[in-house]
């Protein structure tokens, strides 16, 4: 039976990959910072498929709480097979404002974490020579949008690096590079959704399953639905100029 451990578990996407993981029987390690919503989830996800499931509290800012689950990770004894590196919010800052709290939160949240917890997880899988990451990035990698895309972006670009290193050891990466996901992610946030048509959106439950379809298949990049994989295309074939220019528009509805 394997193991898998999730970070961000209790909502959105994060939560959407412990039920699909649960319900194909494997045991789960949960990552989150409300202690009551971890105990919640985990009850539930644990009746409803008879599966094992541990929970962590840690909030992944704090870089004990990180070396913590990078020490779960790596505990050759209690060995995890798939890693979801998911944690993360939305950002609705302007880059010039003074206070760059909010930013500095981003980095060490979903890159630097995702930089530690990988590397534990990777150590640990490669000495067993199998395992799975899936780091949950998104298509506003391909966009230029305030620090959100620079910060998917290097999840992006360092899954692909971290690829590379692992190339015949038996672990594989894949990043997630969903569009518009339906959780409530943007009301964290602050972003208005109102006029954003039903088509665009993508059910979580839906990310999850084919993400982990792809990891399964040993694939680099998962987008979700055809429609975003036609949105990817056309970002990969479109002159820089085009899509900073469409960023600056996205950006403009957002104020």
Same mark, same amino acid.
């Given at each position: 039976m394997a193991t898998a451990l999730i970070t961000g578990a209790t909502a959105g996407i994060g939560a959407a990959f412990a039920r699909a993981l649960a319900a194909r029987g494997d045991d789960l390690i949960l990552v989150a910072r409300d202690a009551e919503r971890l105990a919640a989830t985990a009850a539930r996800l644990g009746t409803e498929h008879g599966v094992a499931v541990e929970t962590i509290r840690a909030d992944l /800012? %704090?870089?004990a709480d990180v070396l913590a689950v990078a020490a779960r990770l790596e505990d050759a004894r209690r060995p995890v097979? *798939? *890693? %979801?590196n998911n944690a993360g919010f939305g950002l609705h800052r302007k880059l010039l404002d003074p206070d760059? /709290?909010?930013?500095e939160n981003a980095l060490d949240v979903m890159c630097l974490a995702v930089l530690i917890l990988c590397g534990a997880a990777a150590r640990a899988m490669r000495a067993r020579g199998r395992g799975r990451i899936i780091n949950v990035a998104s298509l506003a990698a391909w966009l230029t949008t305030g620090n959100y895309s620079p910060v998917k972006a290097w999840v992006k670009v360092y899954s692909e690096a971290l690829s590379n290193e692992l190339h015949g050891s038996g672990v594989t990466v894949t990043a997630l590079c969903p569009g518009w996901v339906r959780t409530e992610f943007h009301q964290r946030a602050g972003i208005r959704t109102a006029a954003i048509p039903d088509w665009v959106w993508v059910d979580a439950d839906r990310c999850a399953a084919e993400a982990l379809a792809a990891a399964d298949k040993g694939r680099m990049i998962s987008v979700p639905t055809r429609r975003w994989k036609a949105a990817r295309f056309v970002a990969d074939l479109a002159p820089r100029a085009a899509v900073r220019w469409a960023s600056r528009m996205l950006s403009a509805s957002r104020d």
């Open positions: /800012s %704090v870089r097979d *798939l *890693l %979801v760059f /709290s909010e930013h």
